[in-house]
């Protein structure tokens, strides 16, 4: 039963990812185009989603073997935060852009080049 819900998690997880990654990119932009309010909307759903990756990925670790960078993450969500108090949303966005996303797109990288996925159920 335990395992199930591992498997499920882990396979929620590699399907997130992308969508995670894209809603990044269509915050950077709304942001970047000052559609503030579009981009704060989106960020909130962002921000919300790589709290649950982060959970997820640190719950399956012991069973995929992959490693997601949580104090590197846990220090750019500090700058972030720093960023959107002050309201400079480019920042927030090159944030997003640049240090963010590169960290969930190696983890997702990592686990679509998994060799032999023992999750295919």
């Not at 959970?55 to 960023?83: C, F, K, R, W, Y």
Request: proline share 3%; aromatic share 6%.
């Amino acid at each position: 039963m335990a395992d199930n819900k591992f498997t499920d998690t882990y396979k929620e997880l590699t399907s997130y990812l992308p969508k995670l990654t894209d809603g990044i990119s269509l915050c950077c932009d709304s942001l970047r185009n000052g559609d503030i309010n579009k981009g704060t909307t989106l960020l909130s759903g962002i921000l919300d989603g790589i709290g649950w990756v982060l959970d997820a990925a640190v719950l399956t670790e012991p069973l995929n073997n992959i490693h997601i960078d949580i104090q590197g993450m846990n220090d750019t969500l500090s700058g972030l935060l720093n960023a959107i108090q002050t309201g400079d949303y480019i920042l927030t966005a090159d944030m997003l852009e640049y240090e963010i996303a590169p960290i969930l797109t190696s983890f997702m990288d990592n686990a679509k080049n998994k060799p032999g996925d023992r999750y295919d159920g």
